[in-house]
């Protein structure tokens, strides 16, 4: 029982470790949980921010009528060049961070979830009937029109999990998993991806033969940061080399190495 309890302790020194080396700003990381629970509270239509940028849109879009379906399209390249592409690490300093409206067009640059949270806010505000939804490998924005399919922009993709406007409405897809991991480990710097390799290492190297576990996992360390550095771009193959790695890197840490009994001597 006590090496069963010394591995779960050190298993989740190790979960910690690794929280903080994804998620260092430790406020964000708190306030992304509740984000994430309240999808449609990023949407702020009447926020000053969103109301500048909707009169630069109203104003470059003013000079002739247009329909609906096609001022929803100019906004979505108004956006796309309003608000930059750029990862959540290099804007936020985390792996992940969903902003609300304002904080996205504050920082001036943003990935998917930022660009639609400020897409469904400046076409909430220009009268439409505009939510949110995707999956964990995108996020676009999906117009409703009366009696006449939705409109959706920003890379609308078939497998919806989450609306802004119902919450969390489907399950987990296999492909969006790997695509989502793939994606968030592409742009994961390098010296963070050290820190996690030492802190695994350090936490699931037994106490007996620690040395011997840590030139193995140490070598596993090299192969895993060489095939991340690749950035795959097949999920299949992704996923393949992922669980890969995980099974050897486990196997280096828990397998037993067995330890040469001295000679026995015996007295004449």
């Not at 490998?137 to 802004?164: N, T």
């Not at 994961?188 to 037994?206: E, G, N, R």
Request: proline content about 7%.
């Amino acid at each position: 029982m006590r090496g069963i309890s010394g591995f779960l302790l050190r298993g989740l020194i190790l979960l910690a470790g690794w929280l903080l080396v994804l998620y260092p700003n430790i406020p964000r990381a708190l306030r992304q949980v509740w984000n994430l629970w309240h999808l449609n509270l990023l949407i702020e239509p009447d926020h000053p921010n969103v109301a500048r940028l909707t009169q630069e849109f109203k104003d470059l879009t003013s000079a002739q009528p247009v329909p609906p379906r096609r001022q929803v399209a100019l906004l979505e390249a108004f956006v796309q060049e309003r608000i930059p592409f750029a990862h959540d690490w290099t804007t936020w300093g985390n792996v992940d961070y969903w902003p609300t409206a304002s904080e996205a067009i504050d920082a001036g640059r943003e990935d998917c979830d930022g660009r639609a949270v400020v897409a469904a806010s400046i076409l909430r505000r220009l009268g439409f009937d505009a939510h949110i939804e995707g999956n964990n490998r995108h996020i676009w924005v999906a117009v409703e029109f009366p009696d006449e399919p939705p409109e959706k922009i920003l890379g609308a993709q078939p497998h919806v999990i989450f609306r802004s406007d119902r919450g969390w409405i489907g399950g987990l897809h296999a492909a969006t998993v790997l695509t989502g991991m793939r994606y968030s480990l592409d742009h994961f710097p390098l010296w963070q991806w050290m820190l996690v390799v030492v802190s695994s290492v350090i936490a699931l190297a037994p106490r007996r033969n620690r040395w011997i576990v840590l030139r193995l996992s140490a070598a596993l360390a090299c192969l895993g940061l060489a095939v991340l550095s690749t950035r795959v771009r097949s999920d299949i193959l992704f996923g393949l080399m992922l669980a890969a790695l995980a099974a050897a890197a486990l196997g280096a840490t828990l397998w037993p190495i067995r330890r040469v009994k001295p000679p026995v001597h015996f007295a004449c």
